[in-house]
């Protein structure tokens, strides 16, 4: 016996439901600290210094994922040894 379930729930409804917590006023107050202290210049908190990690591992991520689709592109067109033989 096979029995479906629909349900259709904004992801606030899910939450309330499941007995998660709300996290989005606190997430909202780390946020505005953070621009807050970005446009102050604290130190610390200069945009280029928070940012250079995250631009530095996506620029990586993308150059490795190109090289992936390139090495399987090349890859492509080569048969394995072994199969080179019909019979």
Do not use: C, H, I
Not at 13 to 26: C, I, K, Q, S, T
Not at 40 to 51: I, K, R, V, W
Not at 61 to 70: N, S, T, Y
Request: charged share 25%; hydrophobic share 40%.
């Amino acid at each position: 016996m096979k029995f479906n379930v629909e349900v259709e729930a904004t992801p606030q409804e899910m939450r309330a439901f499941l007995g998660l917590p709300d996290v989005a006023p606190l997430q909202k107050e780390m946020l505005d600290e953070l621009a807050r202290r970005m446009r102050e210049g604290q130190q610390g908190y200069d945009a280029l210094s928070l940012m250079q990690p995250m631009l530095q591992s996506g620029v990586a991520g993308m150059d490795a994922f190109q090289k992936l689709f390139w090495q399987a592109f090349s890859q492509q067109g080569e048969r394995p040894s072994g199969r080179d033989k019909e019979g």
